[in-house]
């Protein structure tokens, strides 16, 4: 039997997308091996958002040079947002690898193994991995925004949405392998439409999907949170209250110049929106880009503090080479270590006061172990007694210790 080692970096989405790759490769006999010894082709599935993600993955594949090696017959799968970038330069510097296939031509994924020739042509329908209780399910790829940092756009292309039939049945796939919680992925995931079908309609179908508890998605962009949507979700228990919503900036001359389509009072809007029907709301921020004044940065910093995050993850600005922003000047390297130490010290603690407040509240936790879980929120919960994997417990929160919540029940 032919063994395939699947090699990861990058976002949840890239996760799907592996999962989705390695589909074709079982529908040509090849099954799953965690351990690249044993393997005859290997899947390097990349990411190219930060430029140390994408010299992991090349270097990754430099290092199967010796791997190939020793057997020749071995297969070398070069896939997803580098190799989309990378493109022939590449293929010329490893000329041992076999396939490539970017990010824009995962469609065509089975097209680039049958023209390879090194496959024999697909028989049984593929099995994607057992999900475990998170199944994962891409519903649109590419972006139509063109932040200036960014290279997503170039490497994925402009908005492509799923039919709204193939997601409602990969979700029923996933849930009758076992999943009891579909994660709904797009780089842009909120702004899906299928025809008539909005990104509200199918969050509230998935939910009726039979075995599926509850529905989570990221990432979303702050302008497709519409009254409109808020409206439709906000009787569905099931769609989680949590949201991964990255602000980047809290200066609204550095938000237009990150080309972000918003400002900073629309998105403290959308916050206090998405907090009134219940949302706990996490964001990722960039300190120093290149025009960020001090005052720039006050304001990110004011930000945080009105909008009450659950969480913040904060990042040095660093530029990717193709984007416009790469052609500005840099900030002086010590003001970036200066202003994102002062960050990081205003975010921490964010979490355990989020935690403080939920205590003698009653939460629905979906366990991950016997006695642990998330609750639709995304509070990590313990429980007092033991459970099966899976099950959803109703309980009441007793106390709070950093970011655990531990339950009556
Ligand atoms: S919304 Fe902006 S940051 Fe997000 S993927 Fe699109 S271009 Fe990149």
Redesign the pocket.
Known sequence: MTKVFIQTYGCQMNVADSDEMFTHLAARGAEYTDQLDEADIVLVNTCT?RDHAEHRAVSFLGRLAAWKKERPHRVIIFAGCAAERLGAEIQKKYPFLDILSGAKDIEHFSDRLDASGLFAAPGRAGEAPAPGLTGYVTIMRG?????S?????SV?GPVKCLPAENILKEAAQKAAAGAKEIMLLG??VNAYRDGQTSFADLLNRVSEVPGVERVRFT?P?PIYFTPAFLEAVKNNPKIARNVHL?V?SGSTKVLQE????YTREIFLDKVRALKACGFTISTDIIVGFPTETEEDFRQTLSLVDEAEFFAAYCFKYSPRRGTPAAQMKLLDKKVLEERLDILLNRVRGLSDAAYQTQVGTVKEVLLESENKGRSSENFWVKTHKSYPVGSIVRTEIEKADGTLLFARD
């Open positions: 958002v972006c139509d925004f063109a932040c940092y960014c290279i997503v756009p994925r780089q842009t990432s962009h990255p980047q990150m080309k972000r389509g």
